[in-house]
C-alpha cells in the first residue's frame, strides 16, 4: 500500500463546488483533444488553408507569375473562366466523362476481378499479387508505359492490330482514340483498389444468404444481382463516392499521356489550371479556374454523396 | 497537460527546423552563382566559365533547373529583384519578356566578335542588347544520305511529297517525312514551312517589334492565303499523300525524332543541335547516313529562308555593381575562349558564337561547313519567335488551332482558321500584368 | 482497348456457367485468369523488355534479340538520377514518418471523443479532402516562393505531410474504431494519463494498421507527380519529374527511362511481394 | 481499504438522464451488486465512479475524498471490464506489472506482488503468455490479477462474466466469492444477471430507469421488494402478477383474483385496509405455489397450459381466467396433461401486494 500513497496528496480538492469541478475535469478532456489535433490542424492551416485563401485574394487580381501587379480586378478572372468555350464544352465535359468512364468500367471490372479472386484456385496468390501490382506502380511510370505500349509506331499495341490485320490507329492523335487511353490507363490503375476492396466486402459477406439462395435454387447471375449486389452497397457506394472525388483532380495519367491534347481537346480540369498558370504564366486566371473548380467538386461531391445514400443506402 | 503533451509537437518542431535549413545562406565575396537548365550544350559553356573561375580563384555555383519551371522561377527572381543568380540562361522566347531586369552587355569582351542578327531578340527600350550568346540554335532540315542523293535533295514542296512518295512506294522508308507538331514543337513542321511560304503569325510579316506590332493591333496571318496554303499542304501531307503518319499532329520533338533514327523516314526537320545525336550508332540506327540541306521552298517565296537564333546569358539588373563586374568578366572570358568553343562545338554541336573561329571551323570541319551554307550563309534570315510576355500562350494556342485544323476535314480547314483569328489575337493581347 | 475487352471475366447469366460440365468451368477460370494476368502485367513486362534493349533496338521492341543491361548502367551514371533516387528515398520516408506522426493523434481523437469539436474537425477533413490538389499547390508554389522553399526538401515535404493530414486522420480514425476503448480505460484507471493511454496501449493496438498505411503513404509519396512538377526544380530532383523529362528534355530515350521506370518499381514489387497483406489491409477506408 | 459515498449523483447526456440521483453508501469491503436491465444506468454509474464519465452533478467519494474532480489514475481503483480490456501487445506479466510500474513500484515488489497474486489465481504457468494465446476464462483470471496486485482501495466489475459460457461463468462466479472473501477490499460490481447479483452480493442495488429502485441485502430484496419492477426483475423464475380486488370479509380480507380468491393472513390485513374495495396487483411466487388436481378451498382454479420437464421438477403453466401463472418445484414425474383442471394455492404470508398505479408494494 505505502507504494501508491502518493496519490493521495491531492485530497484538498475535495472541497472545490461542484460547478468549478466539473469545468475542470472537461477543460482537461478539451485540451487534451485540442493538443491531439493541434499538429494536423496546424499543418493544414499552414499548407493547405493559407494557400487556398492567397489563392482565392489573387484570383480577383491582375497577377502573372512574372509579374505579381496585384491590382484589384474583381470578377474579371472569373467571367473569363466562365465565358471560355474550352472551359465549358471541352474541358469540364472531359472532366465529368472521365469520372463516369473510369469509375463505372474500374468498378465492374474490379467486381470481375473480385468475383473471380473470391472464388479461389490454384494460382490465386499470384493473381492477387499481380492485380496489386498497378497500384503500387502509380500514375507516373503506368502513364510513361501506357504512352509507349500506345505509340503509334513503335506501340505494342498497334504492332499486334497490324499482326491480326487490323487498322492500327493514331491512338495519341485523335480526341477519343487519345481519351480511350487516357480512361484505359486510369482503369488500369484503379481496378486493383476497386478489386481489393470489393474482395475485402465480399469475404465480410455472411454465408447463409447465399446458402439460402442455393437451397432457392436462384442462378448465379440472380445471386450476384439480388444478393451479392445488395449486400455489397455500402462497400460500392463509399468506393464510388471517394473515386469519383478523386478522379476529379486527374492530373498525372491526362498530363504525361496527351499533355491535353490534340489541341486541347482531352484537356481536364487540372490541366487548364495548371496550363493558365504555369503555361500561360496566368497565376490569377489559374487560381480563378481553381476556386472554381473546386466548387464544383463539392457541389458534385455532396449531389453524389446524397445521391448515392438515397439509391443505396449507405449504412455508414 | 504541458507534461502530457510532451511528445506531441515533435512532429512540429520538425517541420520548423526544417524550414530553417531551407533558407538560403547570404551571399559570399568572390562568388558567381549561374543558373541555368541542365543540356549538354549549355553544359558544355558552363564549363568554359567554370575554368575561368577556378583560374582566377572565384568561387563557382551551379544551379541546374529543369525546363518546366525554369521560366515562372527565374521570372519570379527578376521580377523581385531577387539576386540568387549572377548569371542566368536567356533565351530568344522571353528576350522581350524580361528586358528591363536585365544588364545591358555591350561592354562585355568579345560583343564585337558575334553575329548581330540574332540579338534582335534581347534589346532593352534603349536599343542595348541585354544577352551575351552562348551558341546558335539554327533549325535544319535533315535528309537521308543513303536514300537520297544530295542533288535530289527537295528544293521545294512539291519535291519533299514526290521524293518522299517515291521512296515509300519503292519500300525504302516507311514515311517520307516526320517532324514535330505538338506545343512548343511548331517549327519542326508547320512554322519553318510557313516563313519558307512567305508567311509569319501576325501582321505585319516577319516583325518583331512590339511597338509596331500593338499599333497593327495584332492580327493574326491564320485567314491569309499563303497560311492557309501551308496548313494545308500539312494536311495532305499526313491525309492525302500520307508521307507523314495521321499521329504527327501528336508528335513532340522526341517522338519525330525516334522515327527518323529509327530509319523508318528520309526527312524530318531538327534544331542543328541534334545533329550529334542522329550520327550516333549507340541510338540510331542511321548513324553516319544523315546530310543537312537548305529549307525547301513554298510556292510564294523563292529565296532561301533560314532562322538563326542564339542561346544566351543574361545578367540581372539588381546585382550590385561588383557582382555584375565579376559576370561580365566571366561571360568575356567565355566568349574569348576558342578552345572552349570548338570543344563545345565537337563535343555538342552547339556553334561557337565568336565569328572569329567560323572560317577556321568550316575548313577543318567539313559540318560546320555544311551549317554555315544551309543556315548561317543564307541571306534573309527569320526570327523564330516574337518577343513579348504573352509568346507562350500564343504558342500554346497556335498549336491547338493547328492541330485542330490538321486533325479535321479538309474543307473545315478555313473555318478553324478564321475561328482561330479571334483566339490568338486574345491570346497575344491578354491582360496578364500592367 | 482490345485488351481490356478480352480480359474481363464477366458473370454469366443464369444457368449458362452452370450448364457447363466441370472441365469446362476449369477452362473458364483458366481463361479469365489468363486474361487478367495479361492485362495486369503485359505493360509491364513491356517496361521491362524496353529497358533491356540497346538505345538502335529499342524502337521495335518485338524485333531482334539484342538485350543489354548498358541502359541501367548509363541511368546510374547520370548524377540526376542518383540525387533524385536518394531524395525520393528520403522524402518518402520522412514524409511518411511526419504524417503518421502528425495524423495519428487527430485521428484517436476523432475516433474516441464526440462533441462539437470532434464533428467540426471530421466537417473540416471531409471537405478540405475534396479540394483539388491543384488548387491548393498552385498557391502554395507562391507561397513556397515567398518563404524561399520553393525547390527545397522541406518545401516539397510540407506539401506531402499537408496532403496526408484529411485522408490519413480519417484512415486512423478507422483503426482506432476497431480498437476497443476499454483498454484504454484500463490503462486509465491502472495509472496512465489519457496521453499515456492513447502512447502506451491504444499506439500499440493500431500498430500494425498504422504499419499498413505506412507503407502505402511512402509508395504514394514515391509515385507523387503533380507537387514534385510544380514545387521542385533541378535543385531537388525527385523521381517522378526526372523520369517524366527523359522524354521532354534529353531526347527520346525510351530504354533510359523505362531502365529508370523499371528501377522506380521495385520498392513496389518488394513491398508488392513481402508485405501483401499489410498493404490490403492498408487499403481499407 | 475505504467507503464509496454517492450523494444525488446526476449523469445528463443534453436533456436525457442517463443517472437520477443515485444515493448509495458502499461501506468499508462491502461487495456491493448493481443489477438492472440494459440502460438502467448501472454501468455509467459505475463509470462515473471510476472517472471514466464525468458527474453531471453531486458528488461521489472514495474513502474521505471527493473525487469528482480526480482522474482515474488519481482514485486508487481497480477495474474489470466485461472485455477483460487486457493490453494485447503485453505478456501476461507485463499486463500484471503495468499499473504499478506506472505508480513507480520498485520491480522487486512488483514479482513478489504478482508471484502472490499468481499463486491465488493459478497463473503461473501463462505469465509468458501474450492475451491472445489465452482461453476466455484465462484473460479473466488475468483481469482478476490485473486488479489483486494494485490493493487498490475499490475494485469495480463491469459484467465481467457475460462473456463467458454458462459453465464458467457459474465457476468464476464461486472464485470471485471466495477471492473477495481473500482479499477483503470494497468492491462494486454490475450486471444484469440476477443470479449473479444475489449469489455475489453483500447487498444488491436494483436499479431501474437511470433510478435506484431498492437497495438490501439479496435476501431482502427477494423477500421484500418494494416495487413491482424488483419483484419481477430478481427472482427465477419471474413472479407472477394477477390483478386482484380487496374485499373484507369480517375482520380480515380476501382478495378476488382470476380464478378464485385469496384469504389474507394477519400480516397481510393491515396493509390491505387502506385499499377496501381497491384495485391492486397481487405477486406470486411460482416456487410459493402448491398445485393440486383436487378441489382445494381458497385456491385458484385453471388448467394447465404447458409444462416443462427440468428433471428434477417441473414447470408448469396453468391459465387461469385468461391470466397466466407459472408454478415451479412441480414434481418432476407428476403427470399433468394439457388441460388438466388444477388448483393454485398460496401461503397467504407468501403474497405481495403492489399499487396498481405506482406499482409500490402495499405498506
Given amino acids: 500500500m505505502a507504494t501508491i500513497a502518493g496519490d493521495r496528496q491531492t485530497a484538498s480538492r475535495g472541497a472545490i463546488p461542484a460547478t468549478r469541478r466539473r469545468s475542470r475535469l472537461m477543460g482537461e478532456r478539451l485540451y487534451f483533444q485540442i493538443g491531439l489535433i493541434l499538429p494536423s490542424v496546424l499543418v493544414l492551416l499552414l499548407f493547405q488553408v493559407v494557400p487556398i485563401f492567397i489563392g482565392m485574394d489573387a484570383s480577383f487580381r491582375r497577377w502573372s507569375l512574372y509579374d505579381p501587379d496585384k491590382t484589384w480586378v474583381g470578377l474579371e478572372h472569373y467571367r473569363y473562366v466562365l465565358s471560355d468555350t474550352n472551359f465549358l464544352f471541352t474541358v469540364l465535359p472531359n472532366t465529368f466523362l472521365l469520372m463516369v468512364a473510369s469509375v463505372s468500367l474500374s468498378l465492374a471490372l474490379g467486381m470481375a476481378v473480385a468475383l473471380l479472386l473470391h472464388r479461389g484456385f490454384a494460382a490465386q496468390r499470384l493473381v492477387q499479387t499481380v492485380v496489386l501490382l498497378p497500384l503500387m506502380i502509380g500514375p507516373v511510370i503506368s502513364s510513361t508505359m501506357m504512352r509507349w505500349t500506345f505509340n503509334d509506331q513503335f506501340g505494342v499495341v498497334n504492332a499486334f492490330l497490324g499482326w491480326l490485320g487490323l487498322g492500327q490507329p493514331a491512338w495519341l492523335a485523335d480526341r477519343w482514340y487519345a481519351f480511350g487511353v487516357i480512361v484505359f490507363t486510369d482503369v488500369w490503375l484503379w481496378t486493383p483498389w476497386f478489386a481489393l476492396l470489393l474482395l475485402a466486402g465480399l469475404k465480410s459477406l455472411p454465408k447463409e444468404p447465399f446458402e439460402a439462395a442455393a437451397l432457392d435454387a436462384a442462378g448465379r447471375w440472380r445471386v450476384f444481382t439480388h444478393i451479392t449486389v445488395p449486400m455489397l452497397r455500402p462497400v460500392i457506394g463509399v468506393c464510388v463516392v471517394i473515386r469519383a472525388i478523386d478522379c476529379f483532380r486527374t492530373f498525372d495519367q491526362v498530363w504525361l499521356l496527351t499533355g491535353g491534347g490534340p489541341a486541347r481537346s482531352t484537356e481536364v480540369f487540372s490541366i487548364y489550371v495548371y496550363m493558365e498558370a504555369f503555361q500561360n504564366l496566368n497565376f490569377a486566371r489559374g487560381s480563378a479556374a481553381a476556386v472554381i473548380g473546386t466548387l464544383i467538386i463539392m457541389v458534385a461531391g455532396l449531389a453524389l454523396y446524397a445521391l448515392i445514400n438515397r439509391f443505396m443506402d449507405v449504412s455508414r | ?434 | 482497348m482490345s485488351l481490356a475487352s478480352s480480359a474481363a471475366p464477366l458473370p454469366r447469366p443464369t444457368g449458362l456457367f452452370d450448364l457447363l460440365r466441370p472441365g469446362a468451368r476449369a477452362a473458364f477460370t483458366i481463361l479469365a485468369v489468363s486474361a487478367v494476368l495479361l492485362l495486369f502485367l503485359a505493360p509491364i513486362i513491356i517496361l521491362v523488355v524496353t529497358s533491356l534493349r540497346p538505345g538502335w533496338g529499342v524502337y521495335y521492341i518485338y524485333r531482334g534479340t539484342e538485350f543489354t543491361l548498358a541502359n541501367y548502367f548509363e541511368v546510374f551514371q547520370r548524377g540526376v538520377v542518383i540525387k533524385a533516387f536518394v531524395n525520393s528515398f528520403v522524402l518518402s520516408t520522412v514524409a511518411t514518418i511526419i504524417s503518421l506522426g502528425v495524423t495519428v493523434t487527430s485521428g484517436y481523437m476523432l475516433s474516441r471523443f464526440k462533441g462539437w469539436l470532434p464533428k467540426t474537425w471530421f466537417t473540416s477533413i471531409y471537405v478540405f479532402r475534396t479540394v483539388p490538389y491543384i488548387s491548393w499547390v498552385l498557391p502554395l508554389y507562391v507561397v513556397n516562393q515567398s518563404l524561399g522553399l520553393y525547390d527545397t526538401f522541406t518545401g516539397i515535404l510540407a506539401a506531402h505531410v499537408a496532403v496526408h493530414v484529411c485522408f490519413f486522420s480519417w484512415i486512423m480514425k478507422g483503426f482506432f474504431d476497431g480498437i476497443d476503448p476499454s483498454m484504454e480505460y484500463a490503462a486509465m484507471i491502472d495509472g496512465c494519463t489519457r496521453w499515456g493511454a492513447f502512447r502506451r496501449v491504444a499506439l500499440p493496438a493500431a500498430g500494425p494498421a498504422i504499419a499498413a498505411l505506412g507503407i502505402l503513404s511512402w509508395l504514394w509519396t514515391w509515385n507523387e507527380f503533380l507537387f514534385a512538377l510544380i514545387l521542385t526544380g533541378n535543385r531537388t530532383p525527385l523521381l517522378t519529374v526526372t523520369m517524366a523529362q527523359f522524354v521532354t528534355e534529353l531526347g527520346t530515350e525510351w530504354n533510359l527511362m523505362s531502365a529508370m521506370a523499371v528501377m522506380a518499381m521495385i520498392p513496389a514489387i518488394i513491398i508488392t511481394l513481402f508485405a501483401q497483406k499489410y498493404v490490403i489491409q492498408g487499403l481499407r477506408i | ?363
Fill in chain 2, 1 to 434: 497537460m504541458k507534461r502530457k503533451l510532451g511528445g506531441l509537437p515533435l512532429a512540429g518542431s520538425l517541420l520548423l527546423g526544417l524550414a530553417a535549413l531551407g533558407a538560403t545562406p547570404a551571399q559570399a565575396e568572390g562568388t558567381l552563382k549561374i543558373c541555368y537548365m541542365s543540356q549538354p550544350v549549355i553544359d558544355a559553356n558552363v564549363a568554359m566559365m567554370e575554368k575561368w573561375a577556378n583560374a582566377n580563384g572565384v568561387e563557382f555555383e551551379k544551379n541546374p533547373m529543369s525546363y518546366t519551371v525554369y521560366l515562372p522561377k527565374m521570372s519570379q527572381m527578376l521580377s523581385n529583384g531577387g539576386t540568387d543568380c549572377d548569371i542566368f540562361w536567356h533565351n530568344d522566347d522571353w528576350g522581350q519578356l524580361w528586358k528591363q531586369w536585365v544588364e545591358p552587355t555591350s561592354d562585355v569582351a568579345g560583343m564585337d566578335k558575334i553575329r548581330k542578327g540574332p540579338m534582335r531578340a534581347f534589346p532593352n527600350d534603349e536599343g542595348q542588347p541585354t544577352a551575351v550568346p552562348l551558341a546558335h540554335t539554327v533549325g535544319t532540315f535533315f535528309y537521308r544520305t543513303d536514300l537520297v542523293d544530295e542533288k535530289d535533295v527537295p528544293k521545294n514542296w512539291a519535291e519533299i511529297v514526290a521524293v518522299g512518295h517515291k521512296l515509300q512506294e519503292e519500300g525504302k522508308t516507311k514515311w517520307g517525312y516526320v517532324g514535330g507538331m505538338t506545343h512548343q514543337n511548331t517549327w519542326f513542321s508547320i512554322w519553318w514551312s510557313l516563313w519558307t511560304n512567305g508567311c509569319d503569325i501576325f501582321n505585319p510579316k516577319f516583325e518583331r517589334d512590339n511597338a509596331v506590332l500593338d499599333k497593327s493591333g495584332w492580327v493574326p496571318t491564320l485567314t491569309e492565303d499563303c497560311h492557309r496554303e501551308t496548313i494545308e499542304f500539312w494536311w495532305d501531307n499526313l491525309h492525302k499523300d500520307k508521307i507523314s503518319p495521321e499521329a504527327m499532329v501528336s508528335y513532340g520533338r522526341n517522338e519525330a525524332n525516334a522515327i527518323f533514327m529509327a530509319g523508318e523516314s528520309a526527312f524530318t526537320f531538327a534544331d542543328s543541335t541534334f545533329w550529334g545525336e542522329f550520327n550516333n550508332p549507340e541510338k540510331s540506327k542511321i548513324a553516319g547516313k544523315v546530310g543537312m540541306a537548305l529549307w525547301p521552298m513554298g510556292p510564294r517565296l523563292n529565296n532561301n529562308v533560314a532562322w538563326d537564333t542564339i542561346w544566351a546569358w543574361g545578367i540581372p539588373k539588381a546585382l550590385d555593381p561588383k557582382q555584375k563586374e565579376l559576370a561580365k568578366k566571366a561571360l568575356g572570358a567565355m566568349l574569348l575562349d576558342h578552345e572552349g568553343q570548338i570543344a563545345q562545338w565537337k563535343g555538342t554541336g552547339g556553334p561557337p558564337p565568336n565569328t572569329d573561329l567560323w572560317p577556321e571551323l568550316a575548313s577543318q570541319d567539313p559540318v560546320f561547313a555544311k551549317l554555315k551554307e544551309v543556315v548561317f550563309d543564307v541571306k534573309d534570315q527569320v526570327l523564330s519567335a516574337y518577343y513579348f510576355p504573352n509568346w507562350p500562350a500564343v504558342q500554346k494556342a497556335y498549336a491547338d488551332i493547328s492541330t485542330e485544323a490538321l486533325s479535321g476535314k479538309r474543307e473545315d480547314i478555313p473555318a478553324v482558321l478564321e475561328r482561330g483569328m479571334k483566339t490568338l489575337h486574345d491570346a497575344a493581347v491578354q491582360q496578364i500584368a500592367k
Fill in chain 4, 1 to 363: 481499504m475505504a467507503e464509496v459515498v454517492l450523494r444525488d449523483v446526476c449523469k445528463r447526456y443534453g436533456n436525457y438522464n442517463a443517472v437520477d440521483n443515485v444515493n448509495l453508501t458502499i461501506r468499508d469491503k462491502e461487495f456491493v451488486v448493481l443489477v438492472g436491465p440494459s440502460g438502467c444506468g448501472k454501468s455509467t454509474t459505475l463509470r462515473m465512479i471510476a472517472g471514466l464519465e464525468e458527474i453531471s452533478g453531486g458528488t461521489i467519494a472514495i474513502g474521505d475524498q471527493i473525487v469528482n474532480d480526480l482522474p482515474p489514475r488519481e482514485r486508487d481503483i481497480a477495474m474489470v471490464f466485461q472485455n477483460y480490456a487486457l493490453y494485447q501487445h503485453m505478456t501476461v506479466y507485463d499486463n500484471l506489472a503495468f499499473g504499478l510500474r506506472n505508480r513507480k513500484v520498485p520491480e522487486d515488489t512488483i514479482k513478489a506482488e504478482i508471484d502472490r497474486a499468481v499463486d491465488i489465481l493459478g497463473l503461473r504457468d501463462l505469465l509468458k503468455r501474450k492475451p491472445r494465446e489465452l482461453s476466455g476464462g484465462q484473460q479473466q483470471r488475468v483481469a482478476l490479477g490485473r486488479c489483486i496486485v494494485r490493493h487498490a482501495k475499490v475494485f469495480l466489475f463491469d459484467e465481467p462474466l457475460s462473456n463467458l459460457d454458462a459453465k464458467l461463468r457459474a465457476h468464476m462466479r464461486l472464485e470471485l466469492k471466495r477471492l473477495h472473501r481473500r482479499v477483503e477490499t470494497t468492491a462494486v460490481y454490475v450486471t444484469h444477471d440476477q443470479v449473479e447479483a444475489m449469489t455475489l452480493g453483500d447487498r444488491v442495488v436494483v436499479m431501474n430507469n437511470s433510478r435506484i429502485e431498492q437497495v438490501g441485502t439479496p435476501w431482502e430484496i427477494y423477500a421484500h421488494p418494494r416495487t413491482r419492477f424488483v419483484a419481477s426483475f430478481i427472482g427465477s423464475p419471474a413472479m407472477n402478477f394477477l390483478d386482484g380486488k380487496v374485499r373484507r370479509n369480517g375482520s380480515g380480507f380476501y382478495v378476488q383474483a382470476p380464478g378464485g380468491t385469496f384469504h389474507v393472513s394477519d400480516q397481510g390485513s393491515s396493509e390491505l385496509a387502506a385499499h377496501d374495495g381497491g384495485e391492486i396487483i397481487v405477486g406470486l411466487r411460482p416456487e410459493h405455489i402448491s398445485l393440486s388436481e383436487t378441489r382445494t378451498e381458497n385456491a385458484l382454479h385453471g388448467r394447465v397450459e404447458l409444462t416443462e420437464q427440468l428433471g428434477a421438477e417441473q414447470l408448469v403453466e396453468v391459465i387461469a381466467e385468461g391470466a397466466k401463472i407459472m408454478v415451479s418445484r412441480v414434481d418432476a414425474e407428476r403427470e399433468l396433461k394439457p388441460g388438466t383442471p388444477v388448483y393454485l394455492t398460496v401461503e397467504p404470508g407468501q403474497l405481495r401486494y403492489f399499487d396498481r398505479i405506482t406499482e409500490e408494494r402495499l405498506v
